[in-house]
């Protein structure tokens, strides 16, 4: 379940920055569980980027789909299936 929120903000900060026309050469996520029952992200950023650049990165993180959907009020809906099999008509 972890990986991906992980893999949802790599790619969405990847794309963030391309747009802007900043070289991020490789952004590392890790994400845990915190014994309190939060999802914790560590963001490592390789480049040299301006402050101002780090802080643009780093705050829309949480704009990333998963992240909204975890932490919005969606539902999750079971819709149950039941196949029942067809008889085979008994030979006479």
Do not use: K
Not at 46 to 55: F, N, S, V
Not at 56 to 61: F, G, P
């Amino acid at each position: 379940m972890l990986a991906a929120p992980g893999a949802c903000t790599s790619v969405t900060r990847h794309a963030y920055a391309s747009r802007r026309g900043w070289q991020l050469h490789h952004i590392d996520v890790d994400v845990q569980f915190d014994p309190p029952g939060q999802i914790v992200r560590n963001i490592t950023l390789t480049r040299d980027l301006e402050p101002a650049q780090i802080e643009r990165l780093l705050a829309s993180a949480g704009r990333c789909p998963v992240h909204s959907l975890l932490t919005g009020d969606a539902a999750i809906v079971t819709v149950p299936t039941v196949v029942t099999p067809q008889r085979r008509p008994e030979a006479s």
